[in-house]
T-cell receptor
Framework: NAGVTQTPKFQVLKTGQSMTLQCAQD?????MYWYRQDPGMGLRLIYY???????DKGEVPNGYNVSRLNKREFSLRLESAAPSQTSVYFC???????????FGSGTRLTVV | AQSVTQPDIHITVSEGASLELRCNYS??????LFWYVQSPGQGLQLLLK??????LVQGIKGFEAEFKRSQSSFNLRKPSVHWSDAAEYFC????????????FGRGTSLIVHP
């Protein structure tokens, strides 16, 4: 089925470890987004890519990096994980933000 | 700064009852508006959106929302709630003519009693 695929679904990291969250979409969307979701905080934008070859910071970019590998794939990297990065991470894609997004099912990350 | 407020953290309704979830925004320009639903352990799914035109918008799963510019509101409604509607609901608002990246509200958790 068409959609947004995120891997892994669950991950536990130790403080200081690094990891990359993967996201791929097969809907030929130009725009892709990374959000984090914390209890009572809604969704906060980390980074986004309006089109292949471009990336921009969102509301909470500190401690993260992204790569728009091609039109389909948009990865999020934590270079040195901190407990404050414990969260659920969602990738989304869309034809443009004004059209609404298709979300992946999320990655639940715990940093101990 | 732009902001989105969902005043109700939790809403409890009985199955079959009507539902209204509130969303208020603070923007200087013409907004575009969304409602998303998130079932437990899942990603968000777009219920409906308003960009222009008719201010009463129909969405999936029997939901509708009405844009009221004078009240800066975009409330979500359903005439008869089903137990499967129990979920988290998020309002999102963006500004036309800007980067279009919407800001999400903090969500309203809907509990449905049998």
């Amino acid at each position: 089925n068409a959609g947004v695929t995120q891997t892994p679904k669950f991950q536990v990291l130790k403080t200081g470890q690094s990891m990359t969250l993967q996201c791929a979409q097969d809907m030929n969307h130009n725009s892709m987004y990374w959000y984090r979701q914390d209890p009572g905080m809604g969704l906060r934008l980390i980074y986004y890519s309006a089109s292949e070859g471009t990336t921009d910071k969102g509301e909470v970019p500190n401690g993260y990096n992204v790569s728009r590998l091609n039109k389909r794939e948009f990865s999020l990297r934590l270079e040195s994980a901190a407990p404050s990065q414990t969260s659920v991470y969602f990738c989304a894609s869309g034809r443009g933000a004004q059209h609404g997004y298709t979300f992946g099912s999320g990655t639940r990350l715990t940093v101990v | 700064a732009q902001s989105v407020t969902q005043p109700d953290i939790h809403i409890t309704v009985s199955e079959g009852a009507s539902l209204e979830l509130r969303c208020n925004y603070s923007y200087g320009a013409t907004p575009y508006l969304f409602w998303y639903v998130q079932s437990p352990g899942q990603g968000l799914q777009l219920l409906l959106k308003y960009f222009s035109g008719d201010t009463l918008v129909q969405g999936i799963k029997g939901f509708e929302a009405e844009f009221k510019r004078s009240q800066s509101s975009f409330n979500l409604r359903k005439p008869s709630v089903h137990w499967s509607d129990a979920a988290e609901y998020f309002c999102a608002v963006g500004v036309q003519g800007g980067s279009y990246i919407p800001t999400f509200g903090r969500g309203t958790s809907l509990i449905v009693h049998p």
